[in-house]
T-cell receptor, first 115, second 114 residues
Framework: NAGVMQNPRHLVRRRGQEARLRCSPMKGHSHVYWYRQLPEEGLKFMVYLQKENIIDESGMPKERFSAEFPKEGPSILRIQQVVRGDSAAYFC?????????????FGQGTRLTVV | AQSVTQLGSHVSVSEGALVLLRCNYSSSVPPYLFWYVQYPNQGLQLLLKYTTGATLVKGINGFEAEFKKSETSFHLTKPSAHMSDAAEYFCAVTEGNRDDKIIFGKGTRLHILP
């Protein structure tokens, strides 16, 4: 059973370019979370999605960031016009249901570097 | 809104010594609590979780944690540290609301001294 798959593992973008981060949840999981990790700051919640629905996007910056989880295919976190401050590790997690006593399973992350 | 505070961003213990990583939470309703471990350049792996029932929870790799409602704490312990325990540890909370996300602490990096 493949775990949560994120790609690419490392992504380098120049300022002003777009970054697209992909997350394929575990088989049978229909709920996806995105987190951003900066050194010494832990994981910051960004967005929680179910297939074709955004459940909670309270952690998403108001501009340049968007996320989707289509009926078919992976979840995408999209960052437009990247800036140096977007450099971080972005983690995706999936769970089988909305029952919050079910733990989320994490991918290995995408490390975004903006140069 | 719920929150998590982990005391000590870095903790060092000698191999064979007791490991104690502290976590305090804030929640307006009975919480669900988790400890995750992250090895370098890896994602997070669940160590253990508390939802309901027994307040002393045993996890993988010899770790355990005790939910103490009166102290709003969920400290992680291991009787005898091993070199392979060196990693970053995150405490997390949800409020049991079916729409709720997982909120993480800032993490504690555990160093094991030979």
């Amino acid at each position: 059973n493949a775990g949560v798959m994120q790609n690419p593992r490392h992504l380098v973008r120049r300022r002003g370019q777009e970054a697209r981060l992909r997350c394929s949840p575990m088989k049978g999981h229909s709920h996806v979370y995105w987190y951003r990790q900066l050194p010494e700051e832990g994981l910051k919640f960004m967005v929680y999605l179910q297939k074709e629905n955004i459940i909670d996007e309270s952690g998403m910056p108001k501009e340049r960031f968007s996320a989707e989880f289509p009926k078919e295919g992976p979840s995408i976190l999209r960052i437009q016009q990247v800036v140096r401050g977007d450099s971080a590790a972005y983690f995706c997690a999936s769970s089988p249901s909305r029952d919050s006593n079910t733990e989320a399973f994490f991918g290995q992350g995408t490390r975004l570097t903006v140069v | 809104a719920q929150s998590v505070t982990q005391l000590g961003s870095h903790v060092s213990v000698s191999e064979g010594a007791l490991v104690l990583l502290r976590c305090n939470y804030s929640s307006s309703v009975p919480p669900y609590l988790f400890w995750y471990v992250q090895y370098p350049n890896q994602g997070l792996q669940l160590l253990l979780k508390y939802t309901t029932g027994a307040t002393l929870v045993k996890g993988i790799n010899g770790f355990e944690a005790e939910f103490k409602k009166s102290e709003t704490s969920f400290h992680l312990t291991k009787p005898s540290a091993h070199m392979s325990d060196a990693a970053e540890y995150f405490c997390a909370v949800t409020e049991g609301n079916r729409d709720d996300k997982i909120i993480f602490g800032k993490g504690t990096r555990l160093h094991i001294l030979p």
